[in-house]
């Protein structure tokens, strides 16, 4: 049985889910919300396998809700709008967009997706040894630029900085603005080539030029060190 | 002109004729009110607004299965959203009708 909730600003919409939701067994609706800040003070006492989610809501978007949950659980958005497909599928915990109004085929669809899909706490400890040995060796990410997913090869990143809403990556050959978090980019970098040392910079330990005092030169860039993040740094470097 | 209809209402309630009296319910409700606060901004100029509005009013629109309907209503909320209303008629006419057929349910 899947606890769920329903989060959307228009009683229709919230209608049509809980009546979809009512047609399978597996789903269990514990609560419907009229806006994003109802939900988030219920979710953080309660907890919840699946959220139907509105994108276009009054001050909070759905997006804005999803960015503020800490672990969120599997969540389906519900929308009117076309337009948000490829940046709804750069977070792990969407497991499908349905396009208002919705149908029952469509939405029966969607729930087949939520059976097989794992969430990403269930994924980090269902992976398999070799699977995680296999996410380990992937070698690029893609990035979300002006509605083009564009493909960036971990080895060629020099760093990652935090801008705000955006992130820099800068590349060997380019670089390249992203509207992320340096949470969500630090998850996507294998551990083996990429660390934090700064709460603004991730930095590729193989572009590592020198290291002095507090800061490390990386290409042309001088990165300072935070206090914290020093030691994990210097235990990953090969010392002589 | 494409009509409204309740087509969706009864693929989606597979016979339930209690929820097809709640959402019927629920439009009857929902929409005025919506109409009537896109009505406002556009007399106002405020489309930016009205465009928030556009887009609920849109999904209105699928409910009652106008499928041309939504498409228009998806190409005005982007005009409005640029300040320009040249799909206002047209989009007006579709409203007046769907009034008119909710009221008649």
Known sequence: MLNCIIVDDETAARTIVSHLC?????????????????????????????????????????????????????????????????????????????????????????????????????QKTALPQEAKQEEASEKEMYVNIDRRLIKIEFDKIFLVEAKGDYVLIKTEGKNYTVHSTLKKIEEKLPDSLFLKIHRSYIINIKKIVDIEDNSVLIARDVIPISRSNRPELMKRLNLL | MEQPNLNYIKELSGGDAGFEKKLIGVVQTELPQEIAEYEGNMNDSAFAKAAENVHKIKHKLGIVGLEKGYELAIAYEDELKEGKSTLKEEFDSILTAVIHFIKDL
């Open chain 1, 22 to 122: 009512s047609q399978v067994d597996e789903l269990n609706v514990i609560d419907e919300f009229p806006n994003a800040m109802q939900a988030i003070k219920f979710l953080n006492k309660n907890e919840i396998d699946l959220i139907f989610l509105d994108i276009h809501m009054p001050d909070f978007t759905g997006f804005d809700f999803i960015d503020s949950l800490k672990n969120p659980p599997k969540i389906v958005l519900t929308t009117s709008d076309r337009d948000f497909a490829i940046e709804a599928f750069e977070y792990d915990c969407i497991v499908d967009y349905l396009v208002k109004p919705i149908t029952l085929p469509r939405f029966l669809k969607a729930m087949q997706k939520v059976e097989n899909f794992k969430s990403p706490v269930e």
